[in-house]
């Protein structure tokens, strides 16, 4: 299997090609990697400069969709020149610009072949739409204060220096709050309760995003806008599978720690997909992929399982052999 691989944030495809050394061992032979760099230079996850000295990449700096959209048209012109490939592997951004891909795919060619057969992905992250007016009627639903809280939040997070005591406060506030039981499908949005609740999802969800990325990364997007004056263009096109009927349809393995901070925005990611095309694997880690050796096991097992799927489908598409 002929497999296209993107590493996350602040990583290089060559680290996650050592990231994911005992995973593709244990999975086996007869596949072929194409690991590549981040279209964006940036600074090391932190700790990372310990061990390796750079250079360091990333796929969008914010939750931008014009980001999104350039890496989308990267991997594209990559797939005409070096592909088909069967498979994709991702890990974190990585992971999250791959379901934006297979989410869009559904989006404008839902009768084409997807462009790739299975999927394995570690910790995906918020999907971001590459089209600044996704889902504007739902965005357009959220009371002013809710969006200048995200934005609060998302400034909160922009440096690891003057803004640590935001960010702790912060955090308290957040694990104070009452969860929020945001809908699961359209036909909830009717009740101003279930929309007021799917904002505060994803006003929460990218808000924390940004404290918790702080921490790994030092510093978030500095041209998020301050307050929700100008409007809703600037804030992040989440997909979010209670404002869209579409579902990646391929066979995919979701592996994530179950201590990892970014937990909250893998559950939403993978409620994208139809429930029967997952295997959702916990490892005993946190942001990061499996480390020891029954979980490295678990997380191959859910692999195979994808990429036997991809296999014996009965699908009506055809794929490259």
Not at 12 to 40: I, N, P
Not at 205 to 212: I, K, L, Q
């Amino acid at each position: 299997m002929k497999i296209l691989c993107l590493h996350g944030n602040g990583m290089s495809g060559k680290l996650f090609e050592v990231q994911t050394a005992a995973f593709r061992r244990l999975l086996g032979d007869g596949h072929e990697y194409t690991f590549l760099d981040g279209l964006l230079d940036s600074n090391c996850v932190i700790g990372l400069e310990k061990v390796s000295s750079g250079p360091y990449f990333r796929w969008n700096v914010e939750l931008t969709s014009a980001e999104i959209l350039a890496a989308q048209e990267y991997i594209q012109a990559v797939i005409e020149d070096e592909g088909p490939f069967d498979g994709v592997m991702g890990f974190s951004q990585g992971s999250a610009l791959l379901a934006s891909i297979l989410l869009q795919h559904e989006i404008d060619n839902p009768k084409k072949p997807p462009p790739f057969r299975f999927a394995i992905l570690f910790s995906c992250f918020l999907v971001v739409s590459s089209d600044p007016k996704f889902a504007q009627k739902y965005y357009e639903i959220g009371a002013k204060d809710h969006v200048d809280s995200a934005l609060q939040g998302l400034h909160a997070g922009e440096s690891s220096g003057d803004a640590k005591a935001k960010t702790d406060e912060a955090e308290k506030n957040e694990e104070k709050k009452k969860e929020v039981k945001a809908p699961t499908h359209k036909v909830e949005l009717i009740r101003k309760s279930k929309r007021a609740a799917l904002v505060e999802e994803i006003v929460d969800a990218v808000a924390s995003s940004a404290r918790t990325g702080a921490k790994f990364h030092g510093s978030v997007g500095h041209h998020i806008p301050e307050d929700a004056s100008g409007g809703l263009d600037g804030f992040p096109r989440i997909y979010h599978p209670a404002i869209m009927s579409e579902r990646i349809q391929i066979p995919t393995a979701h592996i994530v720690g179950r201590n990892d901070p970014f937990l909250k925005q893998t559950a939403i990611a993978k409620k994208l997909w139809e429930k029967k095309n997952i295997r959702y694997v916990e490892h005993a880690g946190e942001h990061d992929t499996p480390r020891s050796a029954i979980d490295v096991k678990s997380a191959v097992a859910a692999a195979q399982w994808a990429i036997q799927q991809a296999e014996t489908s009965q699908s009506r598409w055809h794929f490259h052999k």
